[in-house]
Nanobody, 121 residues
Framework: QVQLVESGGGLVQAGGSLRISCAAS????????MGWYRQAPGKQRELVAR???????TYADSVKGRFTISGDNAKNTVYLQMLSLKPEDTAVYYC???????????????WGQGTQVTVSS
């Protein structure tokens, strides 16, 4: 099975920075996209940023200009550099990957268990 493990979450003050990481491992043949979603209490999970294996990126309007997503294909790892953090960025951040496993022709969506990011005012 495929496993996604996030790291780097924590508590920061408003205006501060944080970088979170996600490493994918297991029976992976190829990865099409990896991304970050977040969910605050009482809110729906939302897309924060996404990157394809070719390096194309997508961002939520609320984080454009502040967050940068990047990836290392050789390591099956994606990063999210978060700058100028705001209290409204507080959420559990979940790593996501759309991939093909060895021996399968069906795309599989994998999720990490999440890492907490808390921004104090």
């Amino acid at each position: 099975q495929v496993q996604l493990v996030e790291s780097g979450g924590g508590l920061v003050q408003a205006g501060g920075s944080l970088r979170i990481s996600c490493a994918a491992s297991g029976s992976i043949f190829s990865i099409n996209t990896m991304g970050w979603y977040r969910q605050a209490p009482g809110k729906q999970r939302e897309l924060v940023a996404r990157i394809t294996s070719d390096g194309y990126t997508t961002y939520a309007d609320s984080v454009k200009g502040r967050f940068t997503i990047s990836g290392d294909n050789a390591k099956n790892t994606v990063y999210l550099q978060m700058l100028s953090l705001k209290p409204e960025d507080t959420a559990v951040y979940y790593c996501n990957a759309d991939l093909l496993q060895y021996g399968s022709s069906v795309y599989y969506t994998a999720w990490g268990q999440g890492t907490q990011v808390t921004v104090s005012s």
